[in-house]
């Protein structure tokens, strides 16, 4: 495993020998916010994107009504956000409501919103002292859902990728 830190030094996380990260300009408001926003690029050994991880960027975003299914989740040791809350690794499968559409989504993001009783899309953003903190596997969302069916998700999920992608959000670090 190698490691790839933030240039301000706040991120850190590991990734397998052969992978890649690249780093471009995150999202940002203003001037004054522009040089701390930064996004991190992980692509496989086949040069495939599969994550992002963004920090010190500005919160946006829309949620929605969902019927969450979690097929896999656990806590992320390294990352607390600003007032003290717990992330969490988790891959979930959503069904919008009340169109029934559904997609799928691997990701950190505060514990509470993989609950039993989520019925919001809810965020993947986090928010740490230095911005919020965005960490995500990359889907082709154009082709949701990327499984056929709740089996090949799971199946998917006993393969050597996942293994992998799972591994480097958990050894998200914040300091």
């Known amino acids: ?12 996380f590991a990734y397998p020998a052969g992978w890649t990260v690249q780093t471009k300009q995150g999202p940002y408001l203003d001037e004054a916010s522009k040089a701390g926003s930064v996004e991190a690029l992980v692509q496989d050994q086949t040069g495939a994107e599969v994550a992002s991880i963004s920090s010190g960027m500005y919160g946006d975003g829309a949620a929605g009504p969902v019927k969450r299914t979690v097929l896999d989740q656990a806590p992320v040791p390294g990352v607390i956000d600003a007032t003290g809350k717990p992330a969490e690794f988790g891959f979930a499968l959503d069904e919008v409501q009340p169109d029934g559409s559904s997609y799928y989504f691997m990701d950190v993001r505060l514990a509470a919103e993989f609950l039993p009783s989520q019925e919001s899309s809810g965020s993947n953003q986090v928010p740490l002292a230095n911005g919020i903190m965005a960490a995500y596997v990359v889907f082709d969302y154009t082709r949701q859902p990327v499984f056929a069916t709740p089996d090949a998700a ?5 393969t050597e ?3 992998q992608l799972k591994s480097l959000l958990l050894s998200l670090k914040y300091s």
């Open 1 to 12: 495993m190698q490691t790839f830190t933030f240039p301000d030094g706040h991120i850190s």
């Open 161 to 163: 990728q996942y293994k």
């Open 154 to 158: 799971k199946a998917w999920m006993a």
